[in-house]
T-cell receptor, first 109, second 114 residues
């Protein structure tokens, strides 16, 4: 079966750095996406990785290791508005997105 | 923001009644998707469309049907709603179905089946 695993919840302090991990087992791989979802709102796109390595976009970076079936999302200089759920999704061999259950990130002052 | 609207935004219905949810886009994107989101689960694909009158099943299609008669509209129908279909339903769109396939999501419809 196909499976995406990520921690259910994490807590971090404003101004700090947090790393959210995602491991996956899918039938095929055509890229990995990270989305942000604030409570009661729609998911919004954060990043896309298809090759191994780090993609940096402002305060957010995403890393991929295809051989290990592993990705992480790194958030720097945390702000209160970063309190949200972070969704990891892998595009499988049929070009369908397989989604993790999401990691709820709580930011404390 | 991508122009995607969903209607209704909230609905309460009774078991056994038919329900239709509407997704409307103004982006002229070819692909449209219906997902459901439940606590403890990731988004799960119900059905998707890759063009007018072209649709296919997703992971959790049982009990749902869809129709797309125009590029901009994608309808999801629950023929006879059950309590297990209580969920938040998201519509999404994308320009293509290829590997770089950023999906843009609508605001969601919260459906409660009593």
């Amino acid at each position: 079966g196909q499976n995406i695993d990520q921690p259910t919840e994490m807590t971090a302090t404003e101004g700090a750095i947090v790393q959210i991990n995602c491991t996956y087992q899918t039938s095929g791989f055509n890229g990995l996406f990270w989305y942000q979802q604030h409570a009661g709102e729609a998911p919004t796109f954060l990043s896309y990785n298809v090759l191994d390595g780090l993609e940096e976009k402002g305060r957010f970076s995403s890393f991929l290791s295809r051989s290990k079936g592993y990705s992480y999302l790194l958030l720097k200089e945390l702000q209160m508005k970063d309190s949200a759920s972070y969704l990891c999704a892998v595009m499988d061999s049929n070009y369908q997105l397989i989604w993790g259950a999401g990691t709820k990130l709580i930011i404390k002052p | 923001d991508a122009g995607i609207t969903q209607s209704p935004r909230h609905k309460v219905t009774e078991t056994g009644t038919p329900v239709t949810l509407r997704c409307h886009q103004t982006e002229n994107h070819r692909y449209m998707y219906w997902y459901r989101q439940d606590p403890g689960h990731g988004l799960r694909l119900i059905h998707y469309s890759y063009g007018v009158k072209d649709t296919d099943k997703g992971e959790v299609s049982d009990g749902y049907s869809v129709s797309r008669s125009k590029t901009e509209d994608f309808l999801l129908t629950l023929e006879s709603a059950t309590s297990s279909q209580t969920s938040v339903y998201f519509c999404a769109i994308s320009e293509s179905g290829g590997s770089y396939n950023e999906q843009f999501f609508g605001p969601g419809t919260r459906l409660t089946v009593l």
